[in-house]
């Protein structure tokens, strides 16, 4: 498959962590083939700052972060939709890295790694990678059969969106867009989660305590809000199902291809 890659930033009063974010797509040792900002409503120089460094601009006056995000997608041209957020600083070879796995044989629907938060103390960092994203990656990996994607992280294929795009609760302000997103995804799709694949980010959701227990709040309704037909074990049974049909059909295959 041939890949191009575009990298959507939702965006809403972030000029400055994202003019460092694009600084540092620019020093990609893989370059994106499209950067896309969407502006959620900003009353700074996001808009002004997109435009500087040369991405291509999408305004979304309705504020929320998943109607954001899925403006971008929807969008976006590339054949791999890679996301971060405004705060996220990408290393020169995070592209290139994510380009790798999805030209792999096996490789999955989306593809994801942790944070490290550069801008809190070091003990601060070191709780909030342990507790906080550490615990989201442990806990939510169990109620969804798989690793949960990781919205200052992550690539999908575009055409997992298109199947998923119409699923998602983008009109909900109060849920978090990637969990929303890894609950959508189908049976059949696949996430791997990279621990390698460091993103250093903001410890921004730690500033002020106002801030991280909204967080927190959109987590529990982005989960509760899902719930319906979505219960762990459900979720399990029914990607039991899609890995045992996929081997099915490469044994069908196999046998199909085998000379007389």
Known sequence: MEISISVVIPARDD????RRALEALSAQTRPADEII????????????VAR??????????????????????????????????????PLPDWLERVEGVFQRADAPTAYTGPGRFYDINAAGAWAGKTF???????????????????GSNMAMRRDAWMRIRDTVHRTDRQVH?????????????TVEYDATLVMPISG????????FMRRLGWAFRTIGV????QWPWQRWSR????????????SVDLSESDPV
Do not use: C
């Open 132 to 150: 906080y994203l550490g615990g989201y990656v442990t806990w939510m990996t169990l109620f969804l059969g798989h690793a949960p994607l990781f």
């Open 226 to 229: 899902n719930l319906p037909g």
């Open 239 to 250: 990607r039991r199902a899609a890995r045992r049909e996929a081997a099915r059909r490469v």
């Open 204 to 211: 921004r959701p730690f500033h002020s305590y106002k801030g």
């Open 15 to 18: 000029a400055e962590f994202l």
């Open 37 to 48: 900002v969407v502006d959620n409503g900003s009353t700074d120089d996001t808009a002004d």
């Open 52 to 89: 500087a460094y040369g991405a291509r601009l999408i305004d979304e006056p309705i504020q929320g972060i998943l109607r954001a995000t899925a403006a971008g997608f929807d969008a976006a041209t590339g054949t791999l939709l890679a996301r971060i957020d405004a705060d996220s600083v």
């Open 177 to 189: 867009d990637d969990l929303d997103i890894t609950y959508h995804l189908l049976p059949d799709m």
